[in-house]
């Protein structure tokens, strides 16, 4: 984007100055990104090269027999992903033990702060009183 502006003064200056579509900061530095630089990260729309109304027999077959290769190849590779993800294969290999260690510990936190149960506070001359208060849990 472009910034243009003009001076009051008798003669009219047009100064354009580049606005940065970002600004990066670094630790060794700055990058500025303009919308010229690089294309947007949008996908681009598919758009047919060729016209199949427009097609003789032989590359209207080619035509055809590669659209219907690239869907099958989408729906397989969809297919392929719905499945690795069901049976599991995309789980990390040891997921289930790491699970287990975590439920156990906290189990085993669960069981020290009941054990710790009543405790017997100390006065302030460092003599334990008779009386058991109960901790927070």
Known sequence: ME??????????????????????????GVLEEYSDDETDNQPAKQEQIVDP??????????????????STLAAVDYMGEYLAHFFGITTPKYQSEIDEYERKEAKR?????????????????????????ATNI
């Open 53 to 70: 109304k427009t097609l003789t027999w032989g590359p209207w077959l080619i035509f055809k027999a590669w659209a219907a290769g690239t």
């Open 3 to 28: 910034l243009s502006e003009t001076t009051e003064a008798d003669n009219q200056t047009n100064i354009k100055v580049r606005v940065p579509k970002r600004v990066l900061h670094f630790s060794d």
């Open 109 to 133: 936190k669960e069981l020290e702060e009941m054990q710790k149960g009543w405790t017997e506070p100390e006065n302030s001359d460092g003599n334990v009183s008779q009386q058991p208060v």
